[in-house]
Structures are given as C-alpha cells and as structure tokens.
C-alpha cells in the first residue's frame, strides 16, 4: 500500500471531476470493469472524467512531486491499444504514478525533469486504448508494474473514489519548472523545499522576471508576489 491521503488529484484545484471507472473491487456501478479495471494490470486504477468531452484538453496535473522516468507523447490514434500519450513519474519514495490516454503532443515535461506537486504534465485526452477522454490514474511499485493498492487522496481523506462522484480538487496548478522553484521559495508549494529534491546528478535551470508593480508587490506571469526573497 502507498503512502497515506499522499496523492492530490490530478486535475486543478477548484475543478470538480466524476469517476468513470475505480478500482475493480468497488466498480460495480460503473458497468464496464469486468473487461478493463479487472485485468491483473489495472486492479487498482482510477479513470477521472467529465461527462461528455467537458474534459477534453483540461491540464493533467501531477498528484506528487518526483522525477519524470517516462513520457510517451506521439500517439495519435484513439480507441486503438495501449497506454497512448502518458508520463511516469518517480516519488523516490517506492512508488511511481502513471498519467495516460493524454492528446497527442501535449505533454508539458521530460524525462530527468523534477516536477513538484501540481505541475502541469499534459492535457486530458483519449489516445490509445480509450473510448473516450479521461484521465487514467494509477499507482505503481515499478516503473512498468501494475497498479496498486494506495490510501487515497488528500481531498477524500483517504478513501478511494468510487463510481460517479463528484470530486473536487485542491491540487493547486504550476504551470512550469520555473513556477514550481519560485513557489518553493516562497513556501508556497504543496511540497517540502524544492532543495531536497536536487539529487546528484540532476541540475536545474530555470529563469524569472518579475515586473515591480508599485511599492512591495511584483507581478510574474499574472500574480501579484509581495517581496520575494531573492
């Protein structure tokens, strides 16, 4: 079992999202597990939608910071096989998260790039083998193995979601390696100091302007910050 309420949902905060299909166990309600969610490979997977193609194209967000090990990003056939469009990423805690069906060139990161809680990885598609758009969510314990059991959201507290919903998000969205150093700094991040996840080996790069707007108060990107620290 995965780490405890340790996963947000990985879609922006304020959004509300419904679940299409959840775990195999509790799934009855959604009336098509018993050829996809019950494959040995997908016991304990999540697929997040919003009726119709309300969610097509939305940002998929990152549930945990980490270490992105795998992207896929040029499928471009929909109700075909596979993963399609989709990113790994390592916790470097023992456990990994899988984003897939994403639309075709849109992922957002690399492999080898730290990506805080929230990032901005892809948008919501139905590359692969998808019948329609939604975010598939699954926990792994190896970078290619099958979901596993984990202890929930921090928006649940800790249940899994079920069949229907809805379910509102409080993962709150950087839209860029830069965003997710600077909201470090300012201890704005979900996550512990970006610092601790400079491994050997990794460097990081990242360039920021801030526009004074009057007195204490800066701009970057849209958003006022009042006296950054650097």
């Known amino acids: 079992t995965a780490l405890a309420n340790h996963y947000r949902m990985p879609f922006p905060s304020g959004q509300t999202w419904g679940i299409s299909q959840s775990w195999c166990s509790n799934c009855g309600a959604c009336g098509t597990c018993s050829s996809t969610h019950c494959q040995s490979t997908m016991l304990y997977a999540l697929d997040f939608n919003i009726a119709g193609t309300g969610d097509q194209a939305r940002h998929v967000l990152a549930a945990d910071q980490g270490i992105v090990v795998e992207v896929v990003n040029n499928v471009t056939c929909t109700n075909c096989t596979g993963w399609g ?123 920021v302007t801030y526009k004074n707007l009057g007195g204490a108060t800066w701009e970057n990107g849209g958003g006022g910050v009042s006296n950054p620290q650097y």
């Open 85 to 207: 469009n989709y990113v790994i990423i390592d916790h470097q805690n023992g456990s990994f998260t899988r984003y897939a069906h994403m639309e075709y060139q849109s992922v957002q990161v690399s492999v080898g790039q730290y990506v805080c809680t929230g990032r901005y990885i892809g948008r919501c598609g139905s590359t692969g083998a998808a019948s329609g758009s939604h975010i598939h969510f699954q926990v792994q314990h190896e970078q290619n193995g099958p979901a596993v059991s984990f202890t929930g959201f921090f928006e649940t507290g800790g249940a899994i979601p079920v069949c229907g919903g809805p379910y509102t998000s409080q993962n709150t969205e950087a839209g860029s390696a830069a965003a997710c150093f600077v909201a470090s700094l300012q201890a704005q991040t979900q996550d512990p100091p970006y610092t601790t996840w400079v491994q050997p080996g990794y460097d990081i790069s990242c360039s």
